[in-house]
T-cell receptor, first 110, second 115 residues
């Protein structure tokens, strides 16, 4: 079983829709939870991070962590065509080691 | 400010040849990471350094892979001999000091094709 599981998609939504992206994980030692966005043929860029459980909001983006269920989510409100990218969840354990999900490809249609 | 710089951006080589990928981290960052990305396996951490010292190389696939960081502004990832299954995009990333490494800044990647 992989440490981090993420549905690869692709996920196709109309412009303005609310998007929900999710990851599950198996290691309860994860403390930091991140979402990275990767445009085609570019390196990933950090969107948001959350420490432990709870919600964090940044503009149109909300990150949610449920440690009891080992489940994290990223919500995008009022999605735009410029949000079309691959979204990778990532987690960090106590030993500063990163684990990435495989990424969900999102396509926002104008 | 310049971001993470990687060279070359594209590399095509024949099986058995030595390949060297280069990375210049963001000035002042003290963590450096090497990743490999493929469609099948996603983004995999190969090795990371802190203050030029290798901390975790458990992701290095086999002895054909080696990485060095001779100083704070330069790192190399070497594959010798290369094989077709090494074809992937290799990313270098760096993190600033005083933080856990969640805040990673990625370079543009090197697309490696081994024929």
């Amino acid at each position: 079983q992989k440490e981090v599981e993420q549905d690869p998609g692709p996920l196709s939504v109309p412009e303005g829709a609310i998007v929900s992206l999710n990851c599950t994980y198996s290691n309860s030692a994860f403390q930091y939870f991140m979402w990275y966005r990767q445009y085609s043929r570019k390196g990933p860029e950090l969107l948001m991070y959350t420490y432990s459980s709870g919600n964090k909001e940044d503009g149109r983006f909300t990150a949610q962590v449920d440690k009891s269920s080992k489940y994290i989510s990223l919500f995008i409100r009022d999605s735009q065509p410029s949000d079309s990218a691959t979204y990778l969840c990532a987690m960090l354990n106590n030993f500063n080691k990163f684990y990435f999900g495989s990424g969900t490809k999102l396509n926002v249609k104008p | 400010d310049a971001g993470v710089i990687q060279s070359p951006r594209h590399e095509v080589t024949e099986m058995g040849q030595e390949v060297t990928l280069r990375c210049k981290p963001i000035s002042g960052h003290d963590y450096l990471f090497w990743y490999r990305q493929t469609m099948m396996r996603g983004l995999e951490l190969l090795i990371y350094f802190n203050n030029n010292v290798p901390i975790d190389d458990s992701g290095m696939p086999e002895d054909r892979f080696s990485a060095k960081m001779p100083n704070a502004s330069f790192s190399t990832l070497k594959i010798q001999p290369s094989e077709p299954r090494d074809s992937a995009v290799y990313f270098c990333a760096s993190s600033p000091p005083g933080t856990v490494s969640y805040e990673q800044y990625f370079g543009p990647g090197t697309r490696l094709t081994v024929t």
